[in-house]
C-alpha cells in the first residue's frame, strides 16, 4: 500500500475520533435543540457519524442558544 494511503486513512481516523469526542462533550453540556441520545448514537457511527454531526449536529447546538 502507498504510504500516502495509509497515511490519509491514519489522519481520517484521528479526525473521526476526535470529531466524535467533541460532539459528545458538546451535546451533553450545551443547549441543545435535539434528541442527546440519539445524536451521542449517531456521532459513534464510525466515520459517518461525525460527517453527519459536522453537517447536521452542529446547526443544532446554534439553534438552542438563540
Not at 484521528?14 to 466524535?20: L, N
Not at 441543545?32 to 452542529?58: C, E, N, Q, R, Y
Amino acid at each position: 500500500m502507498e504510504p500516502i494511503l495509509v497515511i490519509a486513512i491514519i489522519i481520517l481516523a484521528f479526525w473521526s475520533v476526535i470529531t466524535t469526542f467533541r460532539a459528545i462533550y458538546l451535546i451533553l453540556t450545551k443547549e441543545f435543540a435535539g434528541d442527546k441520545l440519539s445524536w451521542i448514537l449517531i456521532s459513534l457511527v464510525a466515520i459517518i457519524g461525525p460527517i453527519l454531526w459536522v453537517t447536521k449536529g452542529k446547526k443544532l447546538i446554534s439553534s438552542a442558544r438563540k
